[in-house]
């Protein structure tokens, strides 16, 4: 019988990465004529994901529960995806690949897009009813923390996460995984 583990097991020499997100003022035309893009539906590969976000919006998370797809490319194409509005001092906490296989998928991972933020007359944004093709999507901001477990981990479902309803996720080594991650991003 193996040793029950926990989420803190897998951290004990983590990969923590900070990333100062910057996405630059564009025209909004370009944005909806995928001319220009922010970033695509993904989800992060780590365990936790914490996101600050400046005051401007974008961000967007699939409702899970709207679509059976599992595969990042079906749930953006079928799923419905729901607004975050940013608040001040509000950290969101997203679930990355690696934590949902460590619970046999009870906690899903988040996958979420940054597209056009709404038109706010707060935003700085001018809006020409006569010619709305040079309509500026404003700058956003945001900071994303990233944790990812010890690279030689192996990653398991935790015993209390299995049942005989879900078949258990196979054993994955950290740093295999991540390193096959960053070739696909990279091609």
């Not at 679509?67 to 079928?78: F, G, I, Y």
Request: one cysteine or more; aromatic letters at 6%.
């Amino acid at each position: 019988m193996q040793p029950q583990r926990s989420l803190g097991q897998y951290h004990t020499d983590p990969q923590f990465v900070c990333d100062l997100i910057h996405y630059p003022a564009v025209l909004a035309e370009s944005l909806r004529s995928a001319k220009a893009f922010r970033s695509n539906a993904h989800s992060d590969s780590g365990t936790i994901t914490l996101l600050f976000q400046h005051e401007i919006g974008g961000l967007q998370v699939a409702d899970m529960a709207s679509t059976d797809k599992t595969s990042t490319a079906a749930v953006e194409e079928t799923a419905k995806f729901i607004p975050v509005d940013p608040k001040p001092g509000e950290i969101l906490v997203l679930v990355g690949y690696l934590l949902m296989r460590l619970t046999n998928k009870r906690w899903k991972n988040t996958v979420h897009r940054v597209l056009e933020p709404p038109c706010s007359a707060d935003s700085g944004e001018t809006r020409n009813a006569t010619d709305d093709s040079q309509q500026m999507a404003s700058e956003r901001y945001s900071i994303a923390f990233f944790a990812h477990p010890d690279l030689e981990a192996t990653i398991e479902p935790l015993a209390s996460c299995c049942v005989d309803q879900q078949p258990a996720f196979r054993p994955i080594h950290v740093g295999e995984y991540l390193r096959k991650k960053m070739v696909q991003i990279r091609s």
